[in-house]
């Protein structure tokens, strides 16, 4: 479903960008790391999160960073806020990486649906439609992605799945 609104946003208001990444919530901002690291970074992650929980993420209606980015709006949750958490602290303590929101602004979860290829003037026009537009719906979140950037797209790299069950 959030890939074909990702379509929508391309084909009626020329934001094409938002197509280059799966639909993601972006818990940490994009990085460099060496084939070794990755593989460092892969086993603790998967070690961290190993006895994670499945948890269900609500969205709920759109947002946007004016004049740049439109996105479906990802409600709060102990679960997702914990995960970010633990995935920030591996990062900042393990792999030295500090600047993990994007300009310090902490950690703002959402689904971009459209982005900062989309020309002000169509912002507006979509902005006007959507930023009144009811959405909602929720999916379980069982596993997360680590994407790594092919030079044009963003691909889905490795996934570590967390418990099947709840605890």
């Known amino acids: 479903m959030i890939m074909n609104i990702k379509e929508s946003f391309a084909k009626d208001y020329d934001s094409k960008a938002a197509l280059r990444s799966p639909p993601h919530i972006t818990l940490h901002m994009p990085f460099k790391l060496s084939l070794e690291k990755a593989g460092k970074l892969k086993l603790r992650l998967v070690e961290v999160l190993l006895n994670f929980s499945p948890f269900e993420v609500k969205l709920k209606n759109y947002g946007s960073f ?26 900042r303590t393990e792999f030295n990486f500090l600047n993990q929101d994007y300009k310090n602004q902490g950690f703002h979860p959402h689904i971009t649906v ?43 790299y490795f996934e570590i799945r967390f418990l099947t069950q709840k605890q």
């Open 66 to 91: 004016p004049h740049k980015v439109i996105f479906i709006q990802v409600m709060e949750s102990e679960s997702l806020t914990n995960l970010h958490s633990i995935i920030k602290r591996v990062m």
């Open 114 to 156: 459209a982005f900062r290829d989309m020309k002000k003037q169509e912002f507006n026009k979509a902005w006007e439609k959507f930023g009144v537009k009811n959405f909602e719906d929720q999916f379980a979140c069982n596993s997360v992605f680590l994407l790594k950037h092919t030079g044009k797209i963003w691909e889905k």
